[in-house]
């Protein structure tokens, strides 16, 4: 059975303390151990959005794993603590767009009260997909110069993807060898897709362009083939 290429590119806006879709968040997952490789069942886990204030509490499960999906992307701060040990804070870890982002946490043993702040961590792994992407972050969608204003213009920036003007389209890129109506545009996780313009302008191409101040990040996949996008 052949399978088709598809484009996806999933948009996050500035300013959304809660997007409306899985693809337009990302999650945080870990495991806390202790010092000899040991789990840690029943911790406390705080993960703070740092510019929103948003808490979201979970407790690492019976192999010391917790799991909190569908967050905003940004910047946070975890805090983990049991009972036996030392209470630990790591800050200054970003989440971005669609990603899923592995944190191994380890605890010393010691007072809960007592507590260790790791402020400068190091970058979280995503290992929990295989599809191929690349995330463009605000400052260069503002940064770098643009024709027309046009967010989407910056895709050529991933690998794989070139830019595209056609009469059939007004999407400015292609990515992944397919063709301009093989794309699936998601803004803030909802469909912003155009699948045609009534003989005005063509066909398969984008309901809505935003601004580009607007746009926090957006990310371009170019071999996903996973359920959660439904197309």
């Known amino acids: 059975m052949k399978q088709r290429l598809f484009t996806i590119v999933t948009i996050a806006a500035l300013g959304a303390a809660i997007c409306s879709s899985q693809v337009a968040t990302g999650n945080i997952r870990g495991t806390v151990s202790d010092a000899s490789g040991g789990i840690l ?30 967050l905003p992307v940004g910047e946070y701060r975890i805090a983990v603590a049991v009972t036996g040990f030392e209470s630990k804070i790591l800050s200054g870890l970003i989440l971005q767009v669609d990603q899923t982002a592995t944190v191994p946490i380890v605890l ?5 009260n007592q507590t260790v702040e790791v402020t400068a961590a190091a970058p979280v792994l995503d290992s929990q997909t295989s599809s191929l992407g690349q995330v463009i972050e605000n400052k260069r969608i503002v940064d770098l110069p643009l024709n027309g204003r046009n967010p989407f213009q910056l895709g050529v920036l991933a690998g794989g993807a070139v ?5 059939t389209t007004n999407l400015p890129i292609l990515a992944g060898g ?19 313009f009534n003989g005005k302008v063509g066909r398969a191409g984008l309901t809505y362009i935003p601004s580009v ?8 996949k170019t071999n996903s083939f996973s359920a959660e996008y439904g197309h």
């Open 108 to 112: 010393q043993p010691g007072a809960v």
């Open 178 to 196: 397919g063709r301009h109506n093989a794309n699936d545009i998601l803004l803030d996780g909802v469909d912003d897709n155009l699948r045609n």
């Open 163 to 167: 830019a595209f003007q056609g009469l």
């Open 41 to 70: 069942p029943n911790c406390s886990v705080t993960i703070t959005h740092t510019d929103t204030g948003l808490i979201r509490k979970v407790i690492t499960n019976e192999q010391g794993d917790f799991n909190a999906p569908s």
């Open 213 to 220: 101040d607007a746009v926090e990040e957006f990310k371009v």
